[in-house]
């Protein structure tokens, strides 16, 4: 390195950043011979230096009041510069002492300050925003209204910022410590409100310290270029990389020939300025990905709500075509039946008095609906004058068949849907999902026992000869239906048993394409008949016929004699869930009831649809026959009457 060469370096000064402007920087310049090191501090033009931001609206406080000025926050009462200005050197205060005495108008008449912040209230006065807010049932002292905050008061805070003041490294504390005075050795410079920042952030009497040493004595601003050349504490300027040198300057001079970082600070600044570039760049990067970031949250937010809004609608076409669809099948099916039907009728006109001529007495027709249950109506049974209905609501509906048609009674007691009905002598059974059966009083409606019948839901129930038979997956059980004991169970059944009838003699059971047919006196399997159609819904017994309704929409009919069978009925288009047998003038009629709404009437004479009725909204699930009337449950919640 040359000897007469001057080095320049700029020293990081942060450890005096609390006393030195924040847009200052101190610079230290070495040179040999009778060039001495020089340390300046280095601060752009006043006009540029940037102005702290205050905590408060107003640029002073007002907390308290001396003899001589005004202060805010803490008072010092230790002397760190010479006696001067000692209240302030903690940077916590902030101090008034005003040129003049201010106008008793611009005082606080709550606190007897000087406004800060001033509002005007509702009763027209104007006071300290925080002395309104202080409390919260504040009354004005002039005319006892209660005050509440109307607007700012601007003008009054213009005015107040006008007043003239002294510059707060040239005040101390006043000699009864209640304020603050002038003090002659600080500095003279006086000062509006609200330029008072711009002057002190650049005042000479500022108090700062040794950026060397924090142990040095405290300074003032204008004291520390001259403590500088000085200092005994002076720092290597490559301490950042490293240098732990510390001594007088010219002790820096000597120590700067031998430095070993001295050779290299061309490139150890060569370095730092690369790796300030290379953060300007990151933080750059940075910036860019926070903005590609946030577009993309945006365009995620925007495709989800696309995506929601498109689901939605797609949900709704579905729903309408699926409306529609169905609307279409129900029209067409409705269409068909009453083609057949006209059919029908055409032909029994054309054929005159033959057998299956047309009647006009033979029409049933709708009577009447019961309402009442909550869910669908799965099981019909009739005694007497009532008609007992079970529901998915889990009750049971007793239904007056002889005057109003009205509900005399709910029963309640199952916790599962109602699956089956039957009665015997004055008791009723009842089977339900939830694997029990419930026994009823017919003449109280009471519940006399429950029995835990079936590990599975109890599908149907019929009872003779003093037993109560009950069908459930691939058993049926045989109930004392005076002991409610368990008699016997009958095993060897491939599915569901979802249908029994009883006759005189005989027990007929159905499961899948099987109808066992067992001897009531000895409880054994006499004769088996094998279906299609998938699984046995329904069993009816005429006089001479055993017919069955199927899974896949048919009704086989077999003779009673032989086992011999007959014919299959077609013209549902759903599963026969119910079948049921009414004898009249003109011969033995069957009903079904299914899947497809609709309910069929068959002439067994000549094995014929006779008509299709059509009054329910939903599948047509069970059939009862009393006095020459005909009850429907269905799927719609609804019991209808036909005759």
Request: proline share 3%; charged share 25%; aromatic share 8%.
């Amino acid at each position: 390195m040359s000897a007469n060469r001057f080095r320049e370096l700029r020293v990081n000064t942060n450890a005096a950043s609390s006393y030195v402007d924040s847009t200052g920087y101190l610079e230290t310049t070495f040179g040999a011979g009778v060039y001495s090191p020089v340390t300046t501090v280095k601060r752009p033009e006043v006009g540029m230096a940037s102005k702290p931001e205050s905590a408060d609206e107003f640029p002073f406080a007002d907390d308290e009041v001396g003899a001589v000025g005004y202060m805010s926050g803490h008072r010092s009462t230790d002397s760190n510069v010479s006696g001067r200005s000692n209240a302030s050197y903690d940077g916590q205060e902030d101090i008034l002492v005003f040129l003049e005495q201010p106008n008793k108008r611009l005082c606080c008449p709550l606190c007897d300050k000087v406004l800060k912040d001033p509002v005007i209230t509702s009763c027209g006065h104007t006071f300290c925003r925080r002395c309104v807010k202080s409390r919260d049932e504040q009354i004005c002292p002039k005319d006892k209204q209660k005050l509440v905050v109307i607007v700012a008061n601007i003008a009054m805070s213009e005015q107040i910022g006008e007043l003239f003041i002294h510059c707060k490294y040239g005040c101390k504390v006043s000699v009864n410590g209640m304020g603050y005075e002038v003090d002659p050795t600080g500095c003279p410079l006086t000062t509006n409100i609200n330029n008072r920042r711009d002057h002190e952030q650049t005042c000479d009497y500022a108090p700062v310290q040794c950026p060397n040493n924090p142990n040095c004595p405290p300074l003032l601003k204008r004291e520390l270029e001259d403590h500088l050349k000085t200092c005994n504490h002076v720092k290597c300027p490559h301490n950042k990389y490293g240098c732990d040198f510390n001594g007088t300057q010219e002790e820096l001079e000597e120590h700067l020939d031998t430095c070993k970082f001295e050779n290299m600070k061309e490139f150890l600044q060569h370095t730092e300025d690369k790796i300030a570039d290379l953060q300007y760049s990151s933080t750059q990067k940075g910036q860019e990905i926070d903005f590609l970031r946030s577009m993309l949250g945006k365009l995620s937010e925007r495709v989800e709500r696309m995506e929601k809004t498109m689901e939605i609608k797609m949900d709704l076409l579905e729903d309408n075509q699926n409306k529609m669809l169905n609307e279409f099948i129900d029209a067409r099916t409705e269409y068909t039946s009453l083609y057949e039907e006209l059919s029908r009728v055409n032909n029994r006109i054309n054929v005159g008095g033959h057998v299956g001529a047309w009647d006009p007495q033979e029409i049933f027709k709708c009577k009447g609906t019961f309402v009442g249950h909550q869910g669908p109506v799965w099981c019909l049974c009739d005694h007497g004058d009532y008609l007992f209905s079970g529901s998915s609501d889990k009750t049971i509906k007793v239904w007056d068949t002889s005057t109003n048609y009205k509900c005399l009674k709910t029963l309640d007691g199952h916790t599962g849907i109602v699956l089956a009905l039957c009665v015997y002598g004055n008791k009723l059974y009842s089977g339900s999902q939830d694997c029990a059966i419930l026994v009823w009083s017919i003449d109280s409606f009471d519940k006399i026992k429950s029995i835990e019948a079936h590990e599975n839901p109890v599908c149907t129930l019929v009872s003779a000869r003093q037993m109560l038979f009950s069908g459930s997956l691939k058993v049926i059980r045989v109930w004392d239906v005076h002991t409610h004991e368990l008699k016997r169970e009958i095993t060897g059944l491939n599915h569901w048993v979802r249908a029994l009838t009883a006759t005189q003699n005989y027990l007929y059971s159905g499961s899948y394409q099987t109808i066992k047919i067992w001897d009531l006196e000895s409880l054994e399997c006499v004769k088996m008949l094998e279906t299609s159609g998938g699984s046995v819904y329904s069993i009816a017994i005429t006089d001479h016929h055993i017919l069955c309704g199927t899974y896949e929409n048919c009704i086989h009919v077999w003779e009673i004699g032989e086992f011999k069978q007959v014919t299959t009925l077609m013209g549902h288009s759903g599963t026969v869930y119910a079948l049921a047998v009414l004898h009249t003038g003109s011969g033995t009629k069957v009903f079904s009831a299914s899947y497809d709404r609709s309910l069929r009437v068959w002439s067994m004479d000549n094995m014929i649809c006779t008509q299709t009725l059509l009054r329910h909204q939903g599948s047509v699930a069970c059939l009862a026959v009393s006095r020459g009337r005909l009850f429907s449950g269905a799927i719609d919640s609804t019991v209808k009457v036909w005759q």
